[in-house]
């Protein structure tokens, strides 16, 4: 049996059919399923919208009653709210499995009727960070179907996945600078590792040349226009599929889901990375200051970018020295709750809110 998170079940039900499952929620307790379920009742708008987003809204046999998108669960049961769900109204529904948040107080009476629950709501920074790895070592290949704009969480959630299909005319990028943050949900941990395999993959010894480009991307908020720039920018991976028309997008999508699972499929292996360390920091800082001095970029663009060097560079250790995802991605926690409490990024955010342009302090 396979431990997998439900959502990935739900994607892919289609190619392992036969499989049986588990699943470990976000209350630690594992739910197993002998197939992917048929009959879903949903009773949080979220994960109504994302098993929709995933292609199977037809599953849906109940949803709460603030789940309105997309307009077709119009047609849809009401079965009350998270908090006052319609018990009998559920039980009468046959669902294999009730979706629900952890807050919710009708779990264990739904559990006591027989019925199967499992409970999603990531609350912390750290749940968005776990959900991200999640994806990248679930047993099951899991698949971003990028079109139009990916930018953000959106292009975490993409970088994360283990292989991305891109239509041609997207738009993929970190662009959290914009309103005075940095990406915090796995971005510039993703940055520094893809660095650290890219160096190890070449003959030369020297990792900060690899880190060079992620940097600039993220401390510029730049976007790919295209697949293709994306590509440059190291967002989209040479075995990655770029579909020329979009309407293909979905269709490519899961014929490759299907032919990784049917080959073989098997997460990649977590292992430790070398990072460039506190002397990479100070290089990279050594250039911001000129920048900084030259009227290139403001005192708060400055903190920005060495807060992202920071990050990248693995923070205060020696060069060369290992270090796991998850401690540079408390890195990135550190440094994005940081610039969150600083009046100058809360002026940006405030800025973008108001005017939808980017404001320079």
Not at 29 to 36: G, I, R
Not at 41 to 70: I, M
């Amino acid at each position: 049996m396979k431990k997998l998170s439900l959502i990935f079940a739900l994607s892919l039900g289609w190619c392992c059919a036969a499989q049986a499952l588990q699943v470990t929620d976000d209350r630690g307790v594992v739910v197993s399923f002998e197939q992917p379920p048929q009959r879903i009742v949903s009773l949080l708008p979220s994960l109504t919208e994302t098993v929709c987003e995933l292609g199977q809204c037809a599953r849906l046999v109940g949803v709460d009653r603030y789940s309105n998108f997309p307009a077709s669960l119009n047609a849809v049961p009401k079965v009350g709210g998270g908090l006052d769900p319609n018990i009998e109204a559920i039980v009468a529904l046959k669902p294999d499995v009730v979706l629900m948040a952890t807050s919710s107080r009708a779990g264990e009476r739904l559990r006591s009727l027989g019925l199967k629950v499992v409970a999603l709501e990531p609350k912390t920074h750290a749940d968005v960070q776990r959900v991200m790895l999640k994806l990248r070592y679930a047993n099951v290949p899991t698949i971003s179907a990028v079109r139009g704009l990916a930018l953000g969480g959106g292009c975490e959630m993409a970088v994360y996945s283990a292989k991305r299909v891109v239509a041609m005319e997207s738009y993929i990028g970190l662009v959290e600078v914009g309103v005075g943050l940095v990406p915090g949900a796995g971005g510039l941990t993703y940055i520094a590792r893809r660095a650290a395999e890219n160096a190890a993959a070449s003959t030369g010894k020297d990792l900060l040349p690899f880190l060079t480009e992620g940097f600039t991307a993220a401390a510029m908020a730049k976007v790919g226009t295209s697949a293709l720039e994306s590509r440059k920018l190291g967002y989209v991976l040479e075995s990655d599929v770029i579909v020329p028309h979009k309407d293909e997008l979905l269709f490519v999508a899961i014929n490759e889901a299907k032919a990784m699972f049917a080959s073989g499929y098997r997460a990649p292996h977590k292992r430790s990375f070398v990072v460039a360390g506190r002397s990479g920091v100070a290089t990279i800082k050594g250039s911001l200051v000129n920048m900084r001095d030259g009227g290139f970029i403001s005192a708060h663009d400055f903190h920005i970018a060495s807060l992202i060097a920071n990050v990248v560079c693995g923070g205060d250790v020696d060069a060369g020295s290992l270090v796991t995802e998850e401690y540079v991605m408390a890195l990135e926690r550190q440094a994005f709750c940081e610039l969150l409490v600083h009046p100058k990024t809360q002026e940006r955010i405030m800025g973008m809110m108001s005017t939808g342009k980017p404001v320079r302090n």
